[in-house]
T-cell receptor, first 115, second 113 residues
Framework: AQKITQTQPGMFVQEKEAVTLDCTYDTSDPSYGLFWYKQPSSGEMIFLIYQGSYDQQNATEGRYSLNFQKARKSANLVISASQLGDSAMYFCAMREGEGNYQLIWGAGTKLIIKP | GAGVSQTPSNKVTEKGKYVELRCDPISGHTALYWYRQSLGQGPEFLIYFQGTGAADDSGLPNDRFFAVRPEGSVSTLKIQRTERGDSAVYLC???????????FGAGSRLTVL
């Protein structure tokens, strides 16, 4: 079974609109962390936001927020007021368990912002 | 350095040849990771170093793959007898200590003909 599922292979969004990128995860470990990374065409993975499984509040970083719904095992990324520079691949990733250093990644969503 | 540096950025080789990919992490970062990203997929974990030692090499696909980090800084990923299926982008990342947020390099794109 897929540990990280990103169901949207591609999305087109009008500039200045908000966009939600979906991510569902599968783990039986009570301790885990969820990450979102952006990968522009240059190839470098850029960290956006992190949510720990025990965090009480949804994570926010500037225009990025994470809609964490633990019971549904979803960790959707919300980008407010999208900009042309937001066009990129977006990956959701999970680290399972204490002391585990591996990240498990989804297949990504290609986001294109239209002017 | 200011960021994670990977060389070469592109490598084209023939099937059966030996390849080395280099990663220079952020200065002071003790943890170093190698991931492999095939076309249209998310990265897959290969190996993790804490200092000079490989703390977790469970992601290396077979014994043709080997990685070293002799002085706890620069790391080299070595692939022997390359196969066409090894074609991918090899990503290196580092962090101040593990497990923390990773800073990635731009990757080394390997093409095996």
């Amino acid at each position: 079974a897929q540990k990280i599922t990103q169901t949207q292979p591609g999305m087109f969004v009008q500039e200045k609109e908000a966009v939600t990128l979906d991510c569902t995860y599968d783990t039986s470990d009570p301790s885990y962390g969820l990450f979102w990374y952006k990968q522009p065409s240059s190839g470098e993975m850029i960290f956006l936001i992190y949510q720990g499984s025990y965090d009480q509040q949804n994570a926010t970083e500037g225009r990025y927020s994470l809609n964490f719904q633990k019971a549904r095992k979803s960790a959707n990324l919300v980008i407010s007021a999208s900009q042309l520079g937001d066009s990129a691949m977006y990956f959701c990733a999970m680290r399972e368990g204490e002391g585990n250093y591996q990240l498990i990644w989804g297949a990504g969503t290609k986001l294109i912002i239209k002017p | 350095g200011a960021g994670v540096s990977q060389t070469p950025s592109n490598k084209v080789t023939e099937k059966g040849k030996y390849v080395e990919l280099r990663c220079d992490p952020i200065s002071g970062h003790t943890a170093l990771y190698w991931y492999r990203q095939s076309l249209g997929q998310g990265p897959e974990f290969l190996i993790y170093f804490q200092g000079t030692g490989a703390a977790d090499d469970s992601g290396l696909p077979n014994d043709r793959f080997f990685a070293v980090r002799p002085e706890g800084s620069v790391s080299t990923l070595k692939i022997q007898r390359t196969e066409r299926g090894d074609s991918a982008v090899y990503l290196c990342a580092s962090s101040l200590e593990a497990p923390n947020v990773l800073t990635f390099g731009a990757g080394s794109r390997l093409t095996v003909l």
